[in-house]
């Protein structure tokens, strides 16, 4: 079979061998609130650079999702707040901008190593970047590695990886999954990898918090521009409310894509004075990482997500409709 990164699975290799010859502490991190292909990623890179025996430990500045703990197994993986760096060199997974992986982490690493990522809008900004922005998961892009090199893959870096492919491809709907995105999740599964495991973990697990959460952005949902966008709220007050946590809004803007009609999903989300929004697209072609860079954002073709500063929802959304409707009339 023919290799899925030629190259850049040859840089990597190289990139491992000089960690291993220089006998070089890795830290892998990830984005603040990490999701699935964020949590996969790490979970995955630390076993496979710990194969190659290399001394490494996963950070991240943000506690795991009650429904992503699970795949982490026995995989060393603390809170930046619990992490002491001793020579550590850093390598950033599923993160576009390094400002995402938060503050103290910023502080503690102010140079990266390698930067694997999947997202079009990366910034390349460590000394090394493999960033291929045609896979749907950065899991995906690991996973092509540790298949192209032959590096093992256990049970728990199988279902990590996998989580990570199949959250980030919304289940294999998504139009970034492709035929090797299909191969490599066979490959996994053959690995130890649980496509059902993964789903009743993933899903089967809702708090009723959460499903309260769900029922007031449903709510709010509000459609403009003749039914082509549909915008959905959370203020703080709906998660205090609901006894629910900022995790719990994962996948929530989903709902919004969704609707029959509709190309682009917003959510937008209160949160202390500021505000994040989350922009979803069924179509590739309407490049919602063009808005979101607009207010300082990226991410992906069909999904993207910005933050912005002392601002309400009242005040934002006019902002942004008027650039969505921009955007949308550049295309059509």
Same mark, same amino acid.
């Given at each position: 079979?023919?290799?899925?990164? /030629? ?16 006998? %070089? ?7 603040? &609130? /990490? ?11 630390? &076993? ?14 943000? #506690? ?42 910023? #502080? ?7 930067? %694997? ?17 045609? @896979?749907?998961?950065? @899991?995906? %892009?690991?996973?092509? $590695? ?5 590096? /093992? ?43 059902? @495991? ?18 007031? $952005?449903?709510?709010?949902? #509000? ?33 919004? &894509? ?42 992906? @073709? ?10 309400? %929802?009242?005040?934002?959304? /006019? ?14």
């Amino acid at each position: 079979m023919a290799m899925y990164y /030629p190259k850049e699975s040859q840089l990597f290799r190289e990139q491992i061998d000089y960690l291993k010859d220089h006998k %070089i502490k890795v830290a892998v991190i990830g984005h603040l &609130r /990490p999701d699935g292909d964020c949590i996969g990623s790490t979970v995955g890179l630390v &076993r496979l650079l710990m194969s190659q025996g290399i001394e490494v430990i996963g950070v991240n500045n943000d #506690e795991t999702p009650e429904n992503l703990k699970a795949f982490i197994g026995d995989t060393p993986f603390v809170k930046a707040s619990d992490f002491q760096a001793d020579g550590h060199r850093a390598i950033t997974v599923d993160c576009a901008d390094y400002k995402r992986v938060g503050g103290l982490l910023n #502080e503690v690493f102010p140079n990266v190593y390698l930067n %694997i990522d999947h997202h079009i809008s990366n910034k390349n900004y460590a000394e090394n970047n493999s960033v291929i922005g045609t @896979a749907s998961a950065t @899991a995906e %892009i690991l996973a092509g $590695f540790a298949l192209d090199l032959g590096l /093992p893959i256990d049970a728990i870096t199988a279902q990590a990886l996998y989580v990570g492919i199949a959250t980030d491809t919304g289940q294999f709907r998504f139009s970034s999954t492709t035929q090797e995105t299909f191969q490599m999740a066979q490959s996994l599964c053959e690995s130890g990898a649980s496509p059902s @495991a993964a789903a009743n973990e993933l899903y089967e697990h809702e708090s009723f918090a959460r499903i309260q959460l769900i029922q007031a $952005f449903l709510a709010s949902l #509000e459609m403009e521009l003749e039914g082509r966008v549909c915008f959905g709220y959370l203020s703080d007050s709906v998660y205090s409310d609901a006894g629910a946590t900022i995790d719990d809004a994962e996948g929530l803007v989903d709902y919004a &894509r969704s609707i029959k009609g509709v190309d682009v999903g917003v959510l937008l989300e209160e949160r202390e004075g500021a505000l994040k929004g989350s922009l979803r697209a069924k179509d590739p072609k309407f490049r919602v990482d063009q808005i979101a860079q607009v207010f300082g954002g990226g991410g992906h @073709a069909c999904a993207a997500g910005l933050n912005v500063q002392a601002m309400t %929802i009242d005040e934002f959304k /006019p902002k942004i409709l008027a650039k969505i409707q921009e955007h949308l009339l550049s295309i059509n």
